[in-house]
């Protein structure tokens, strides 16, 4: 399909997605890369803590919160 027909398509609200090779989707800036961390045991047992008292796991529990201090960062410079 030419760039022109799925311009036209999506100007007439059609879906588009049948189109698109979706697994190959990505949001750039997204993509995951494993790092290694070492904690002390007590703060490994605060985490578990926090993450059980909030149903999530540790490691949900460690993105959000890195997430949020690097947001509220950037604000902040």
Request: charged share 35%.
């Given at each position: 399909m030419k760039?022109?027909?799925?311009?036209d398509m999506f100007d007439r609200g059609?879906?588009?997605?049948?189109t698109l090779d979706l697994?190959?989707?990505h949001r750039p800036g997204e993509e995951q890369r494993?790092?290694?961390?070492?904690?002390p045991d007590w703060m490994i047992a605060s985490l578990d803590r926090e993450a059980r008292r909030l149903?999530?796991?540790r490691q949900s529990i460690i993105k959000v919160?890195?997430?949020e201090?690097?947001?509220h960062g950037?604000?902040?410079a």
């Open positions: 760039a022109e027909e799925f311009d059609e879906d588009v997605t049948s697994s190959k989707v494993r790092v290694n961390v070492d904690f149903g999530v796991t919160w890195i997430a201090r690097l947001e950037r604000h902040a």
